[in-house]
């Protein structure tokens, strides 16, 4: 008789979605429509010309060695390059304990794999990324949430739930937050690091965005704080270089690093050594400082005409965070708006971004959304502002909203 | 006050352990060490030319789309490239149900979290893939075990192990297994895709090697007997171009398929999308035939060399498998000796192996020893080979073998 599959499935597999982002990108590729829901970097930005001579050097100068298995932990000259940029942004690190994953992503679920019991409980902010709470998702998380407001997570909850109960750790992203575009306040940041002393709680920082900064002075990361080995970082070159390639790294204690390692070979053994080897040719000598100032550059400009667009076509009702980088700008509608209800309209405008329930682990923020801007030009932003303006103007005078 | 990390770990790390594999290709780094323990491929055969070109050509033509992330589920007409190999397999697919995997050590991983609750069992060949085992120890896998004789996995035995309980899948490698080398025969696979059918359970069938025969007939793989959708098939890249790379691929029923994708996103999003591109620039075209045949005919020479080695330099006592293809020859000492033993003394002499008690999931196997001969040249093999037969002699005459 044939498989009943589904009688066959682990338990894990509830928690297992497919991501309406995912759905709705699906739903957005039709050549017509201007799309905010992506996260993708701007294409025309990539350093294409760079890659191109860096594997052509990889492939004719080693290609036997480039072709073959690697170490699971990762091609030694290009962690030291990442330790040397890290030291700049004050994180001290060393090729032993640095390992390369196959993008941030993978890092998420070997740390889920690592940590994770069915039930732990983790905490994260509200909202979080939603690529972290589909890995944790797999391992069967429990979330314990803590708010957010303009200087990012509220520590003073987080103080109190920490006084409470036992989690495995904090996952945090303090840079200019997928999906809010917020970012915590250095004061937060050492009370944070405190508190993860203060209750021996690790701590996982995300940091894909970091030296994505379009205004005010660069803050130091909870990795350079931490002065007890209590942060895991996560950096990952997909926002700053390329994300095809799907390059990451963690810098972690000795202790969690040989633990991640015996995480990833059973993963996947390690991440592709070509292009490691042409990753450490394009970082290396300075060109990905050049870089990351021409795509700071571009992706300013971007932001600020999506803010006036903003200013000018939506009612004043609507609010949103004015990210100082990264890649979005969140979003709140009136309270009792459904996003999900705005988005079917503004498809129908030719429109479209992601409803911010789906980075809720709590199911609220109904009436959030987010909008990127790193992957239109800004004509393309005026235009879908404008269209999305007057979508959400049509929509809040069709429906009824409580009064506050 | 720093975290105590040891009490932050899940259950399943328990599982989880770096391989005797690893360390001991620690050990055989040196350069005068002749090392049959690894199963790397001979990377002078390695396509490293067309690689440059693949590179070349994708990245001076498509770019931007190489560096920018990718479908979860792989690139298409690369997917068509081994749809259509397949089919002279005997294979049916499509695009549609072939998921590319970050390497096939992905789709183990995938697997095992797709369908392993903690404790469920599964059916193993004795000895199997160590690298499988280690991702099926990460989701707390049970190990049902089946025996092998010279024609593969008694399928009678399993037969019986069926009837008495329920697994959640049967793990076989039919071709030329890693460690065995041993193949299963046609009338055991007919068997074994009887025995799902009769029961309802699902096989998942890992392939690397099917294509390196280096004598005697093509037999068809189990998912080629499959009437009735109930075997997952996994292929890889990494012995027939180049492992470096990471990539592989499911062949699974529609309904395993959609589940995998949802297990794959949040482990790494996607494979690299520049490589695969590259894949299907090296593979289309009828490139991988003619370099099938190549290393066929390098192995070959080598499985030969090694084979007469053996048998001028062995004493009587040892047995060994006759591999018809693959990487790997596997020896059989007498009863009562302990390979890792053996290994210390041969470290010595300047050869290394990997001793079979590894691959054995009942840990049983210490008698046995695996031999690669596809990294080595013919010289090398037969210099390692005699060196290890002084060994062997060596330490038979000294260690006291109870008699049959």
């Given amino acids: 008789m044939p498989v009943a599959w589904s009688s066959f499935y682990a338990e894990r597999t509830a928690g297992m979605y497919s991501s309406e982002i995912r759905d709705i990108l699906h739903l957005t590729e039709k050549p017509d429509i201007i799309s905010l829901a992506g996260g993708l970097p701007a294409p025309e930005l990539f350093p294409v010309e760079e ?22 932990e990762g091609y030694v000259p290009l962690k030291q390059v990442l330790a040397e940029r890290m030291a700049k942004f004050g994180i001290q ?48 998380a429990r979330y314990v949430i803590v708010p957010m407001d303009e200087n990012g997570m509220r520590t003073d ?52 965005y970091g030296e994505l900064r379009y205004e005010g002075e660069h803050l130091p990361s909870l990795k350079s704080l931490d002065r007890s080995g209590n942060v895991i970082y996560l950096g990952t070159f997909s926002k700053i270089l390329a994300p095809g390639f799907r390059l990451g790294w963690v810098v972690a204690p000795p202790e969690v690093f040989r633990w991640l390692v015996l995480a990833k070979q059973p993963a996947d053994l390690h991440t592709c050594t070509a292009s490691q080897r042409a990753f450490y040719h394009v970082a290396k000598d300075g060109f990905l400082d050049r870089h990351v ?112």
């Fill in 93 to 140: 690190s060393s090729p032993d304990n640095i390992l390369i994953t196959s993008g941030s992503q993978q890092a998420l679920d070997l740390l889920g794999k690592l940590f994770l019991n069915p039930g732990d409980a983790i905490v994260v902010e509200n909202p979080s990324y939603l690529g972290a709470l589909q890995a944790f998702n797999c391992y069967q």
């Fill in 157 to 208: 909850v987080l103080d109190e739930i920490l006084a409470s109960q036992r989690v495995k750790f904090v996952y945090a992203l303090p840079n200019f937050q997928n999906p809010s575009g917020r970012t915590m306040s250095l004061e937060r940041r050492q009370h944070l690091v405190r508190i993860a002393e203060k209750y021996g709680v690790p701590i996982v920082e995300d940091d894909p």
């Fill in 51 to 72: 890659f191109r001579r860096a594997f052509e050097w990889v492939l004719s100068h080693e290609g036997a060695t480039a072709l073959q298995y690697g170490p699971t």
């Fill in 293 to 404: 100032a021409r795509i700071r550059a571009v992706y300013h400009e971007r932001r600020d005409t999506m803010l006036r667009a903003m200013e000018r076509h939506f009612p004043p009702e609507v609010r949103w965070t004015k990210a100082e980088g990264g890649l979005f700008v969140w979003v709140m509608l009136p309270e009792g708006v459904d996003s999900r209800e705005l988005l079917v309209e503004a498809v129908q405008e030719k429109v479209a971004f992601v409803p911010g329930s789906a980075f809720h682990a709590d199911g609220s923020g109904h009436n959030t959304m987010r909008l990127n801007f790193s992957n239109s030009t800004p004509a393309q932003l005026e235009e879908a502002i404008e269209r999305l303006g007057r979508v959400i103007r049509r929509f809040l005078g069709r429906v009824a909203v409580p009064s506050p």
